[in-house]
């Protein structure tokens, strides 16, 4: 499966973005898909995770209440709901698939896309 982040911007802190993870492949199902963020000078952190058939979702605390994951497998698609951004969510979003259903670390994902940049000004 190849993957491909869009959406991203510069949007000012408070406001609201939707990425979205797009899949080529008839096996996007198969997959757990998570997001992850990877911010100037600091490694890369998961932020959420959902399962292949979108009936389990997990987050972050730092996201928890703000983010919300989702996917529709009939357009082979994820999306990352974010609202109430502030400066500190500013960073390259990637989404990753893998098999593993509370893979929540980078190394447990096998498939990466490219990142888009998310940056929240104050």
């Known amino acids: 499966v190849q993957l491909q982040a869009s959406g991203g911007g510069l949007v000012q802190a408070g406001a609201s973005l939707r990425l979205s993870c797009a899949a080529t492949g008839r096996t996007f199902r198969s997959y757990v898909i998570g997001w992850f963020r990877q911010a100037p000078g600091k490694e890369r952190e998961f932020v959420a995770r959902i399962s292949r058939i979108g009936d389990s979702t997990a987050y972050a605390d730092s996201v928890e209440d703000r983010f919300t994951i989702s996917r529709d497998n009939a357009k082979n698609t994820a999306y990352l709901q974010m609202k109430s951004l502030n400066p500190e969510d500013t960073a390259v979003y990637l989404c990753?698939?893998?098999?593993?259903?509370?893979?929540?670390?980078?190394?447990?994902?096998?498939?990466w896309g490219q990142g888009t940049l998310v940056t929240v000004s104050s």
């Open positions: 990753a698939g893998g098999f593993y259903s509370g893979a929540s670390h980078s190394d447990e994902y096998a498939y």
